[in-house]
């Protein structure tokens, strides 16, 4: 069965500095990865996604994020943020073949003016 | 609208009663899914159609919960004899292909469903 991993429940960090925020998964087949966000209130935003090809991915409003196959990872990152930024993100993982989404815990930036 | 409605928006009820919640995806997505967020939690994948048919229901919890598409378009999410613990935003996506295509599953903002 798959499974998502975020370590950090909370980052904070301050505006226009860069940020990662990491996701492990766990499965035995091939993967699609993905990060969303959710706004307070809102509803989630694919931010990016991995389904094959380059490892670096580049998704809306100057995030990216790179698949490592052997650390099992899938972190995202952005280098310099704003106080709009301030978001829950959520990692989540499908398995080929399946259309069973699994989503982590979630990570809440806070970006500090 | 453009986007994925869901209504409503809150549900306040008591523990036994029978639910139901609504999903109008957007226009022409053929797949929805239905998902549930619990209090500091991720979504929880419950079930994904394609069209009218439920083709992965593996996430429902038990036997409480069903979930209908009689038309491919409009899904109703429906709880019978609720507990306490089905208390929790429940969420609907939807998506014109399979979600490891290149088009995105769009969310709705959720119906909050708390049971007392």
């Known amino acids: 069965a798959q499974s998502v991993t975020q370590l950090d429940s909370q980052v904070p960090v301050f505006e226009e500095a860069p940020v990662e925020l990491r996701c492990n998964y766990s499965?035995?087949?091939?993967?699609?990865l993905f990060w969303y966000v959710q706004y307070p209130n809102q509803g989630l935003q694919l931010l990016l996604k991995?389904?094959?090809?380059?490892?670096l991915v580049k998704g809306i409003n100057g995030f990216e994020a790179e698949f490592n196959k052997s650390q099992t990872s899938f972190h995202l990152r952005k280098p310099s943020v704003h106080i709009s930024d301030t978001a829950e993100y959520f990692c989540?993982?499908?398995?080929?073949?399946?259309?069973?989404?699994?989503f982590g815990t979630g990570t809440k930036l806070q970006v500090i003016p | 609208g453009a986007g994925v409605s869901q209504t409503p928006s809150n549900k306040v009820t008591e523990k036994g009663k029978y639910v139901e919640l609504r999903c109008d995806p957007i226009?022409?997505?053929?797949?929805l899914y239905w998902y549930r967020q619990s209090l500091g939690q991720g979504p929880e994948f419950l079930i994904y159609?394609?069209?009218?048919?439920?083709?992965?229901d593996s996430g429902l919890p038990n036997d409480r919960f069903f979930a209908v598409r009689p038309e491919g378009s409009v899904s109703t999410l429906k709880i019978q004899r609720t507990e306490r613990g089905d208390s929790a935003v429940y969420l609907c996506?939807?998506?014109?292909?399979?979600?490891?295509?290149?088009?995105?599953?769009?969310f709705g903002d959720g119906t909050r469903l708390s049971i007392l």
């Open positions: 996506a939807s998506s014109s292909q399979r979600v490891w295509s290149n088009q995105p599953q769009h």
């Open positions: 499965s035995s087949v091939s993967v699609y």
């Open positions: 991995y389904l094959s090809g380059s490892t």
């Open positions: 989540a993982v499908s398995e080929r073949g399946y259309q069973k989404v699994t």
């Open positions: 226009s022409g997505h053929t797949a």
């Open positions: 159609f394609q069209g009218t048919g439920a083709a992965d």
